[in-house]
C-alpha cells in the first residue's frame, strides 16, 4: 500500500545527495585544483516483467520476459572528475601549474599526498608550501626550496640564481585516487618521467590551474535536481491523500 510512498522517498534521498554534491562544486567554483565530483545512482528493486503466452495443447500457462522495471534508485557512489581545468597566469614565482596528467606530491605531517593545486608560498626558510602549510617535495622526496631568484624550468628542474640545479620537482600519476580533502588526494603513485619525448606534461611557472567546475553546467544540474525534488515531494502528499481516503472509504463500508 505504501510502495508508492517508500519509492518517492527514496528519489527524494538521491535528490538530496545529487543537490549536496552538485552545492559542493559550486562553492569550490574559485578553489584552485579543485576537481568536480558527480553522484552515480543504480537500480534498488528491480523487478521482472513477464507476459502470459497462449496456452498450448497440453494447457500449461508459459510465461515470456518482455523487460524490468525500476522501482526505486540509490546512490551508488561519487565519482570525481579529473578533467584538465583552465590554467592562469599569474606571474607569481612559486605559483606552479601542471599541464598534462599528473599530481604534485606534498608531506603532511608524516603522510605523503598529491594535489593539482600549485598555488605554493615560500616561506621564511624558501620552502614552497601550498596555503595549508604542506611541503612541496622533489623527486628524492625531500622539500623543495626554491632559492632567491631561482626559477623552476618547464621539467621541474628547479635553478639557483647561477642556473645550477639544486633539486627536481617531481610529478605523479595515481592509480585508484581518492580524494581527501583540501584538494589533496592518495592512491598507488607512479613518478612521470616528464623527459620521455612521448611524454606531454609539462610544468609551468607563474600559473596556477583553476577548477574544473563548469558553472553553468552544474546550476543546471542543480535546478534540475531541486525541481524533481519539490515534484516527489509533491507525489507524497497526494499519495497521502489518496490513501486516506481509501482507508475511510473501507472504514465506512463496514
Known sequence: M???????????????????????????????????????????????????????????????????????????????????????QTNVPTHLAISGEGFFAV?????????????????????????????????????????ENGYIDESGNVYDANRNIVSRIAIYTLQNPRKMGETLFTGQAQIVNIDDPNSNVRILQGYVEKSNVNAVREMVKLIEAQRHYDATSKAIVIHDELLNKVINSVGALR
Open 107 to 147: 608531506r603532511k605531517g608524516n603522510e605523503v599526498l598529491y594535489t593539482r593545486n600549485g598555488e605554493f608560498i615560500a616561506n621564511s626558510n624558501r620552502q614552497l608550501v601550498n596555503t595549508q602549510g604542506y611541503y612541496l617535495l622533489d623527486s628524492n622526496g625531500q622539500i623543495v626550496t626554491l632559492p
Open 2 to 88: 505504501y510502495r508508492g510512498v517508500y519509492t518517492a522517498a527514496m528519489g527524494m534521498l538521491a535528490d538530496i545527495t545529487k543537490m549536496d554534491v552538485l552545492s559542493n562544486n559550486l562553492a569550490n567554483i574559485e578553489t584552485n585544483g579543485y576537481k568536480a565530483d558527480t553522484p552515480t545512482f543504480r537500480a534498488y528493486l528491480t523487478r521482472e516483467i513477464y507476459r502470459i503466452k497462449p496456452e498450448p495443447e497440453n494447457r500449461r500457462v508459459e510465461f515470456s520476459k518482455i523487460g524490468d522495471v525500476e522501482q526505486a534508485i540509490i546512490v551508488d557512489e561519487i565519482r570525481t572528475h579529473y578533467a584538465q581545468g583552465i590554467i592562469e
